[in-house]
Each structure stands twice: as structure tokens, then as C-alpha cells.
């Protein structure tokens, strides 16, 4: 079946001929970093996937089976970019909190340079598209501060979204430092990846037509296969009859390919289901037919973004400029297990207590991929994504932290289609890539005293097989979550949360001779455990891990706290651009007022006043056909008051006042301080309002209410005040299973 939507790199070449080269003194260098991408979903790991791009590369280079991250986007993003561990350089976990110890403030330390910064003084001009997420995210609003957005980071262009997701076909979208809007909608043809490619393509045109004589270094960072899972809806068909055997059938096959590949050894055992996943027999036809499809929007997305790749690879033979850059595809951590065990054709409603039911995701099988949907799969395929390995992201077995990593330079790497074993870290990417220029990492960035690079350089094993294995040993830890390798053994203990950390079962695996981690050797080397356990500790002081913290929602909650502080009101003017979601009100689970001050001119005007999320979820205060209008949207369900009287002509106040009881939420309408109209509702943002951001007169993206977007006040529109009671609470840990699925 994987033959009939398969694809060649050919089908998506439209260029002409490669022109001539042009000389330089040190390669381009083109990261694409996906992100939840499993260690088996590229087609050369072992997947029936369609990524021809990706495997033309593998073909013409080499892949890595022994590349390790660290188990998150944000972290593994800081190794990456730095070349040290991410507690070293302030990031040991989400840029979404800052919790005060120096390992985890959310955001690179200027003492830590990134590649760019080590870079522009050897002539590169760098470029960044796609995906941020190290910096705090109660930064990333239009004031910053920007030091930590990626033109503050070494980046000379940046076009992208700053949070851990996005809508694909309603980006947050920021260039260089300002929130843009994407150049056309959904309707129109938009997807975020087809976007972003085009930008990276003119940031490289524009780079030949100035300065054909300097080195660029490009980072190309992906929304695909971070949920929301959306792309066209024919490939997200096509994949349905892929894996209608299910997951327990696929890790299977999967496994048979990567032996016949080569990327695992022909000794590697399937490990046991991972905990909590059903056998695919057990489910029921239709709890089948929506995991399927569901699997199919993952695949298509992946898929989609390999033939968008394909643009830009044939982008650099047009411009002659292919065979002297270096290109690595890899992935941040492995495939995700927020979609929990039955997966979500739009998450917002669940996180918000609003249940979605076998019937409701059936009835809404068609709409997954699309616009008005944010799904993402079971993590009976997110098992499969991670095949032969165990567990997810978020953990530090295999499964977590052991991904691909394509590398393919044709002028400087002679090896062509090989496997390259041995151990690798994300921190290791940097001292590879100064190795190859030849440069040291430099002692001062902006005047700033550096650290020393702490990851080891891997360009031996590229060069010739058979080079010696990484020298030092490498730490692991997440949410508690534990690891260390050293020599070829693995020592990994799994962190229930909220249980004392001297209760872990550290287990024992030799990588050299169990790939899968299937084969537990703790009792059997009790002493060799004890040495690892014992390293881990001392490389848990040096990199400043330590304190230990599994703790999900009371570090989202105390963020939270120390931002907002006591304010309580906020005044919008019009003309502001657009907010991110981090920085504009919080007003989840309490009492709170908006009015709008308007003008209404003679024969009435018609238009959203304030509007803060999508189509998934959000809210928005609005004018339509003369009436003012609220809409609470929970999911993708809405809940619609309409004004018991129109507004007239002239000056106005137009507003809506929530009052939260222990049953509930009454919604009243305002006009000119008098009530005009109120409903209750026992729907409510309980944990998010969305992950999309807020706007004033407007409805920028994809639209929260039944109207049009951007559905633009027609009006006057002088000012937006919103006015929060201080009755807020909030559910810990339901914030945090929501803000873990965000990441």
C-alpha cells in the first residue's frame, strides 16, 4: 500500500538545471529540526511513511542510530544551539516557567553562546525559520524584552512562531521582532510548512543575490508533528489503509524494516507494550477506525513537510549550492504521549472538561487535519512512532530520547548511505560543526565570559567507521525522569510523579548488545548499577540539575504568579497588535468584566471588539447584524448570547460580565452599563482559554465565533478594558496536563 502514495524527490523539482558553483572557504549549513518525531518515522528508520526527501538525503549521506536529546523541544533546543547540557545553560526544562534555580530559568544563558553567535564572526549570515521555544514565554510579548528572541540570539532574520505549537493553517507568526499575519488563509490555500519553506527559499535567494561570497547557516524548525496534527486532507486519506492493522502490527513490520536497513541490530527484541496501551485487538471497530485516522493526520503531516523539503532541496541545486551545504535532519524527542490512550480530534474541549466521546469523534472523523480540529493521536502509535524503543517523550528511555539524525554533505563527507553507530548527544552538534569550519568556540560573545562546551565532537565516525565511541559519559533528566550513558551501558530510572525520588527502580541495559532496552541487567550487575547511579549524581551536581523537581502544575501555577502579580485590569487601545496567549488576560475560572468604548456610526457597524483564541477554543465579544453578540467557545462548542435590543447610532459602551459560581458561569451583556441579555452556562475555560493569542477589533486567525474572520469593527472602536475579580481558582494539575500537551 505504502507503493501507491509514494513519491520521488523528481515529483516535486520544478527548477531548472543547477547553475555553476560559487567558491567559498566553509559550507552552508541547512538544520531542519522537526519536532515529536519517532525514532522510526522517517522512511530510511524503518517507517511506510512517504519521505523521499529525507531518504534521498540518508542516501546521499549518512544516518546516525545512536542520536540521543533530551527528552523535550525546549531543552533539546538549547543543546543544539549551544553545545552544552540544557541545565547548564539555564534550560533543564520548558521555557514556559521560570523556576528561579539556575538550571531551569526558561531561557539561554548569555554565558552559553549559540551556533549563530559562534558563527557570524567567521562571515555567516544566519537565518532562522519556524519553531523558537527558548525563551520565557511571558517574554515573547510585543514589549519582550527580545535578548532572548532569536535576532537576540545571533539569528539575522527569524520568521516563525515563538511558542511550542501553533495552529498550521492559523500561525501565530512573528518576523524578525513583530507579529505578522500570515500572507493568506485557509480558504485560500495556506499551510504554516508550505510558508515557512517559502521564506526560507527567499532568505537564501535574497542571501545569493548580496552576498554569493559568504557562508549561511539556516535553521528550519517545523511545526510537523507537534499536535495540532493538520495537513490536506487527501494524504491524511491515503494513509488509511497504511496502518488499518494497527499499531501492535506496525511495530512489527517497522522492526523487520530497520533490521533489513540496518539501523538496528538483527539481535533486537520488541520490548512489551508500553504501560497502559491496549492490544490494537481489544479495541472496538470504530475505536479502530478513529485511531487510524487519527494516526493518518500524523503521517500526512510528516509526509506533507517531506515534500515541502523537497522544495528547498531542490532550491539549493538550482542555485548551485547543494553539493557545499551541509544538511542535518533530525528530531527533538520522541513521539508524544499527550494524546493520552485514545487520542483527540480537538484536545481543547477535554483540557477544559468538556468530554469528547467515541460518537463525537466519529462524527467528527472528516474534520480531523483540518482547520477547526486539534488532534492528535494514542499513544499506542506514538509507541509505534518510537519503535523498537520504549516509552515517550518526556521519559529517558530510548523512546524519549533516542531519535534520527540525517546528515548528508556530498563536497565533505565522501561516505554515502552508510549507518553510523555509537553514541551522540544533541550537545554534541556545535563542537561537530566548529570542527568541521575548524574554528574554536570563542571565549567572549558580546562581552559576555563564556562557559566551555561541554558536548564532544562526533566528525571521526563520519569520516571513517570504525572511530572511537564517545569518550564521556552523558546524564539524563526530566521531570525526575533519570539516565545516564557511559560506555556503551545505560543506567535509567522511570519517575512516577509525586513520589520520593529514593523509590525510583533504576534499571541496568548494555546499548551495545540490547538496542531496545529490552533486557534489564540490574540484578545481574548490581556494582555496575551502583557506579552509574553514583555518576549520575555527580554530573546531576555539575550541570545544575539539582534540586530535583517532578512537579508539573505548581511550577505553571508560581510562573504564572510572579507575571501577573496582582494586576487585575487591562486597558487595550486600538490600533495594538496582536497578544500572545502567555501575556494577555488570564481570565480561566473566575469573575471578570470587558467593555468596549465605540462609536457607531449612522446605520450601524458591525465587528469583532475583542477576540482571544481560534476555532478550537477561545472567546469573543462581537457586533453582528446591530446586536452585540459573546461567544464562549469550549472545543470547538459554542455557546452564543445575543444583546435583547440593538445598539443605536453614537457613543457607547459595550461590554459583558462573567460571574463565576461553584455550578457554573452566568454571562450577562451590557449596554451602557445596563444589562441586555444573559445565559448560564456550566462551560468554562477551567484550564486554558487557548494557545492562540488575543486582538482588539478584530478576529485575526481562524475565527472563534460564527462569523467570517477577521471580521473587523466597522466602527469606532476607542478602547477595550478588561477588569478580573480576584475569585480565580484553578486546578493544578489539569493545567498541567494541558500545558505538558502543549510542549
Known amino acids: 500500500m505504502a507503493a501507491k502514495i509514494g513519491r520521488t524527490l523528481a515529483d516535486s523539482t520544478p527548477y531548472w538545471p543547477p547553475g555553476p558553483q560559487v567558491p567559498r572557504t566553509a559550507p552552508n549549513i541547512l538544520v531542519v529540526l522537526f519536532d515529536d518525531v519517532g525514532f522510526s518515522d522517517f522512511g530510511c528508520y524503518g517507517s511506510p511513511i512517504a519521505t523521499p526527501t529525507i531518504d534521498a538525503l540518508a542516501a546521499a549521506g549518512l544516518r546516525l542510530n545512536g542520536f540521543h536529546t533530551t527528552a523535550m523541544c525546549s531543552t533539546t533546543r538549547a543543546a543544539l544551539l549551544t553545545g552544552r547540557n540544557h541545565h547548564s545553560v539555564g534550560v533543564g526544562c520548558l521555557a514556559n516557567f521560570d523556576s528561579g534555580f539556575p538550571g531551569y530559568r526558561g531561557k539561554i544563558a548569555k554565558e552559553a553562546g549559540t551556533l549563530p553567535e559562534m558563527l557570524r564572526p567567521h562571515g555567516y549570515r544566519n537565518y532562522m525559520v519556524g519553531k523558537w521555544h527558548v525563551t520565557s514565554l511571558t517574554e515573547t510579548g510585543p514589549t519582550g524584552p527580545f535578548d532572548g528572541w532569536p535576532l537576540g540570539r545571533g539569528f539575522d532574520r527569524y520568521y516563525g512562531f515563538?511558542?511550542?505549537?501553533?495552529?498550521?493553517?492559523?500561525?501565530?507568526?512573528?518576523?524578525?521582532?513583530?507579529?505578522?499575519?500570515?500572507?493568506k488563509s485557509y480558504a485560500e490555500g495556506y499551510h504554516l510548512t508550505t510558508d515557512l519553506v517559502d521564506q526560507s527559499i527567499r532568505y537564501i535567494a535574497d542571501h545569493a543575490a548580496n552576498a554569493p561570497d559568504k557562508p549561511w547557516l539556516l535553521w528550519l524548525a517545523p511545526g510537523a508533528c507537534h499536535a495540532p496534527h493538520q495537513a490536506p486532507k487527501e494524504i491524511i486519506e491515503s494513509y488509511d489503509p497504511v496502518f488499518a492493522g494497527g499499531w501492535d502490527a506496525e511495530r512489527e513490520r517497522r522492526?523487520?524494516?530497520?533490521?533489513?536497513?540496518?539501523?538496528?541490530p538483527a539481535n533486537t527484541d520488541l520490548p512489551a507494550r508500553n504501560d497502559g496501551v491496549r492490544p490494537w485487538a481489544e479495541l472496538s471497530a470504530n475505536e479502530q477506525k478513529v485511531a487510524v485516522r487519527l494516526q493518518s493526520a500524523f503521517a500526512a503531516m510528516l509526509d506533507h513537510t517531506d515534500r515541502e523539503l523537497a522544495r528547498l532541496v531542490a532550491f539549493l541545486e538550482e542555485a548551485g549550492v547543494r553539493d557545499d551545504t551541509l544538511i542535518l535532519v533530525m528530531s527533538d524527542n520522541g513521539a508524544s504521549q499527550e494524546g493520552g490512550p485514545n487520542g483527540f480530534v480537538n484536545a481543547m474541549g477535554p483540557y477544559n472538561g468538556k468530554a469528547e466521546p467515541l460518537a463525537e469523534k466519529l462524527a467528527r472523523l472528516d474534520d480531523i487535519g483540518g482547520p477547526d480540529s486539534h488532534s492528535n493521536f494514542p499513544h499506542g502509535w506514538a509507541m509505534a512512532s518510537n519503535t523498537p524503543l520504549r516509552r515517550y517523550k518526556q521519559n529517558t528511555h530510548g523512546g524519549g530520547i533516542r531519535d534520527p539524525l540525517v546528515i548528508s554533505w556530498p563536497k565533505g563527507i565522501s561516505r554515502r548511505g552508510e549507518v553510523v553507530e555509537g553514541f551522540a548527544h544533541a550537545c554534541d552538534l556545535v563542537p561537530t560543526v566548529l570542527e568541521i569550519l575548524g574554528v574554536e568556540a570563542p571565549a567572549e560573545v558580546a562581552g559576555v565570559t563564556q562557559t566551555p562546551l561541554e558536548g564532544e565532537s562526533f566528525l571521526p565516525r563520519l569520516k571513517a567507521p570504525g572511530a572511537?565511541?564517545?569518550?564521556?559519559p552523558q546524564y539524563f533528566e526530566m521531570f525526575g525522569h533519570r539516565g545516564l550513558w557511559k560506555d556503551g551501558w545505560k543506567a535509567v530510572a522511570f519517575h512516577p510523579p509525586g513520589t520520593p525520588f529514593e523509590e525510583d527502580r533504576w534499571e541496568l541495559f548494555h546499548l551495545d548488545a540490547d538496542f531496545s532496552e529490552a533486557h534489564d541487567l540490574a540484578e545481574a550487575e548490581p556494582d555496575r548499577l551502583k557506579d552509574l547511579m553514583a555518576l549520575w549524581w555527580s554530573e546531576a551536581e555539575q550541570h545544575q540539575v539539582l534540586p530535583l523537581d517532578d512537579r508539573f502544575a505548581p511550577r505553571f501555577a508560581e510562573n504564572s504568579a510572579r507575571f501577573g502579580g496582582q494586576r487585575k485590569r487591562y486597558v487595550f487601545h486600538a490600533g495594538m497588535g496582536h497578544l500572545p496567549t502567555d501575556v494577555a488576560p488570564d481570565v480561566r475560572s473566575r469573575s471578570y468584566r470587558i467593555e468596549a468604548e465605540v462609536i457607531v456610526p449612522p446605520g450601524g457597524a458591525d465587528g469583532v471588539l475583542i477576540a482571544h483564541g481560534d476555532a478550537t477554543s477561545g472567546y469573543s465579544l462581537y457586533v453582528q447584524d446591530g446586536r452585540l453578540h459573546h461567544a464562549l467557545n469550549i472545543g470547538g462548542k459554542r455557546e452564543t448570547l445575543a444583546a435583547d435590543r440593538p445598539t443605536p447610532e453614537g457613543p457607547h459602551a459595550l461590554g459583558v460580565a462573567v460571574r463565576q459560581d461553584a455550578d457554573g458561569r452566568t454571562f450577562t451583556l451590557t449596554l451602557d452599563g445596563r444589562p441586555a441579555g444573559s445565559t448560564f452556562t456550566t462551560l468554562g475555560f477551567a484550564t486554558l482559554i487557548s494557545w492562540s493569542g488575543l486582538d482588539i477589533g478584530r478576529d485575526r486567525g481562524s475565527p472563534v465565533a460564527p462569523y467570517e474572520a477577521p471580521f473587523a469593527y466597522a466602527g469606532t472602536l476607542r478602547r477595550v478594558t478588561v477588569t478580573m475579580d480576584d475569585d480565580q481558582t484553578l486546578d493544578g494539575e489539569t493545567i498541567g496536563e494541558a500545558e505538558m500537551a502543549r510542549q
Open 162 to 183: 515563538m511558542d511550542a505549537e501553533t495552529d498550521q493553517y492559523s500561525p501565530e507568526l512573528v518576523r524578525d521582532n513583530t507579529p505578522v499575519e500570515q500572507p
Open 255 to 264: 522492526l523487520a524494516r530497520q533490521k533489513a536497513l540496518g539501523i538496528v
Open 468 to 472: 572511537p565511541d564517545r569518550a564521556t
